[in-house]
């Protein structure tokens, strides 16, 4: 048997559809390594889990590395100040680059920034002393300006394109480290010729409001919704893996999983994988229907499993919502509806909307709809209920 191809939750080996965006990245990618200076504002990608956002990301390092980039990645967390968390990043990749800047002062820029922005701690408790914005610590900006400044300059010194800045999941930066990653990024612009810099986000559906929110100018940031795949986008999605292995999809297979996934990433790779196993291929062999269908029940045990953990994560009053929502139906879901299922005024319902958003368990959709982001968790909430 051919060995199975296909990447439920991790990085896909063929990243299907996504041209538009990665020609965007291109795009800013291009300006730094053609004139040496900032490629753009910050461009940031957004949409809920498993739409394959950090798969797009990780694309585009892969292609910045090829055009001679230095990169650092930057996976952020309510754990981890995200402002050190870039800090180390950037040194780690200038060095395994071996374009570390000359001299002192670089050591100096990192062991203060750790020292200003980097407090264990300290994150948490800044969030909760305040709550309405607050003029951005100068020094935070300052200092985080000059070292992202020495190591784009340096990565230029030692004949590389430029630093290309990825910062995954940006949802979970504090207001307070947004505004100094948006001022520092305003600042480096205003000397874009001296700033050879790009530097790319993703993030949750909530990334724009809440970079708005952090600093007013964050609106003219670059926002790019990321949307399920379309039909002929899934169908390269199952079968350009598998050809990789010599194996090919039956056309009611391969129309089978399509319609079943919805143009949703995560389901895609899912059922690839579960048919594939059922299937055990060996090169020149075909995945038939009869091989998705012995696979669902496992796909449909794995999706269980996650919505039992969102389930779990959800606080008592959003475990309310949610039912309210499911009994409301699978489709957009108004405001009204779910306030009056849980028998309270709509007004009231706010908080629990917001965390749930934040949370990536359900999505807006305009006109104050929302819906689920997992397909099948409003029929799995309903059988919470009849249990
Ligand atoms: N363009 C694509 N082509 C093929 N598979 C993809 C594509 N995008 C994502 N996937 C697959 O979908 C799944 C989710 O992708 P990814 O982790 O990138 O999503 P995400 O938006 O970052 O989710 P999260 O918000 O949970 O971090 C993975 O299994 C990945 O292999
Ligand atoms: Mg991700």
Same mark, same amino acid.
């Given at each position: &048997?051919?060995?199975?191809?296909?990447?439920?939750?991790?990085?896909?080996?063929?990243?299907?559809?996504? +041209?538009?965006?990665?020609?965007?990245?291109?795009?800013?990618?291009?300006?730094?390594?053609?004139?040496?200076?900032?490629?753009?504002?910050?461009?940031?990608?957004?949409?809920?889990?498993?739409?394959?956002?950090?798969?797009?990301?990780?694309?585009?390092?892969?292609?910045?590395?090829?055009?001679?980039?230095?990169?650092?990645?930057?996976?952020?967390?309510?754990?981890?100040?995200?402002?050190?968390?870039?800090?180390?990043?950037?040194?780690?990749?200038?060095?395994?680059?071996?374009?570390?800047?000359?001299?002192?002062?670089?050591?100096?820029?990192?062991?203060?920034?750790?020292?200003?922005?980097?407090?264990?701690?300290?994150?948490?408790?800044?969030?909760?002393?305040?709550?309405?914005?607050?003029?951005?610590?100068?020094? +935070?900006?300052? &200092?985080?300006?000059?070292?992202?400044?020495?190591?784009?300059?340096?990565?230029? +010194?030692?004949?590389?394109?430029?630093?290309?800045?990825?910062?995954?999941?940006?949802?979970?930066?504090?207001?307070?480290?947004?505004?100094?990653?948006?001022?520092?990024?305003?600042?480096?612009?205003?000397?874009?010729?001296?700033?050879?810099?790009?530097?790319?986000?993703?993030?949750?559906?909530?990334?724009?409001?809440?970079?708005?929110?952090?600093?007013?100018?964050?609106?003219?940031?670059?926002?790019?919704?990321?949307?399920?795949?379309?039909?002929?986008?899934?169908?390269?999605?199952?079968?350009?893996?598998?050809?990789?292995?010599?194996?090919?999809?039956?056309?009611?297979?391969?129309?089978?999983?399509?319609?079943?996934?919805?143009?949703?990433?995560?389901?895609?790779?899912?059922?690839?994988?579960?048919?594939?196993?059922?299937?055990?291929?060996?090169?020149?062999?075909?995945?038939?229907?009869?091989?998705?269908?012995?696979?669902?029940?496992?796909?449909?045990?794995?999706?269980?499993? &996650?919505?039992?953990?969102?389930?779990?994560?959800?606080?008592?009053?959003?475990?309310?919502?949610?039912?309210?929502?499911?009994?409301?139906?699978?489709?957009?879901?108004?405001?009204?509806?779910?306030?009056?299922? &849980?028998?309270?005024?709509?007004?009231?319902?706010?908080?629990?909307?917001?965390?749930?958003?934040?949370?990536?368990?359900?999505?807006?959709?305009?006109?104050?709809?929302?819906?689920?982001?997992?397909?099948?968790?409003?029929?799995?909430?309903?059988?919470?209920?009849? +249990?």
């Amino acid at each position: &048997m051919a060995s199975n191809p296909y990447t439920p939750g991790q990085v896909p080996r063929i990243l299907a559809g996504r +041209a538009v965006e990665m020609r965007r990245i291109e795009g800013l990618l291009a300006r730094v390594a053609t004139y040496g200076e900032l490629g753009g504002p910050l461009m940031v990608f957004h949409a809920p889990r498993g739409i394959g956002k950090t798969s797009l990301l990780r694309a585009a390092q892969r292609g910045a590395v090829e055009s001679g980039f230095v990169t650092a990645w930057v996976a952020c967390s309510r754990q981890q100040p995200v402002l050190s968390a870039i800090a180390h990043s950037v040194a780690r990749a200038l060095e395994r680059a071996d374009a570390v800047p000359t001299g002192n002062r670089w050591r100096g820029q990192l062991d203060r920034l750790t020292v200003e922005v980097g407090v264990p701690g300290a994150k948490v408790q800044a969030e909760v002393a305040r709550r309405e914005p607050a003029a951005p610590p100068q020094a +935070a900006i300052g &200092m985080l300006e000059s070292l992202l400044h020495e190591a784009a300059t340096s990565v230029r +010194a030692h004949g590389g394109a430029g630093l290309f800045l990825l910062l995954d999941e940006l949802h979970t930066a504090s207001a307070d480290e947004m505004s100094v990653l948006l001022n520092t990024l305003q600042n480096l612009d205003g000397e874009r010729t001296e700033n050879p810099l790009a530097t790319v986000a993703a993030g949750l559906p909530v990334t724009p409001e809440a970079l708005t929110r952090a600093a007013t100018f964050g609106e003219r940031s670059t926002f790019v919704s990321l949307d399920v795949l379309s039909d002929d986008d899934a169908r390269a999605a199952l079968v350009g893996p598998a050809e990789a292995e010599g194996v090919a999809w039956t056309d009611p297979a391969l129309a089978a999983v399509v319609t079943e996934s919805r143009g949703y990433p995560y389901l895609l790779q899912l059922l690839g994988s579960t048919t594939w196993d059922a299937a055990a291929p060996d090169a020149g062999t075909r995945l038939t229907l009869a091989h998705v269908k012995r696979g669902l029940p496992v796909a449909r045990d794995q999706l269980a499993a &996650m919505h039992r953990a969102r389930w779990g994560a959800a606080s008592r009053l959003e475990q309310r919502f949610l039912a309210a929502m499911a009994a409301a139906g699978d489709g957009n879901v108004t405001r009204a509806a779910i306030a009056a299922g &849980m028998g309270v005024d709509s007004r009231a319902i706010s908080v629990p909307r917001e965390r749930l958003i934040e949370k990536g368990v359900i999505e807006p959709v305009g006109h104050g709809l929302v819906r689920f982001t997992l397909p099948g968790f409003g029929a799995f909430v309903r059988s919470l209920e009849e +249990a």
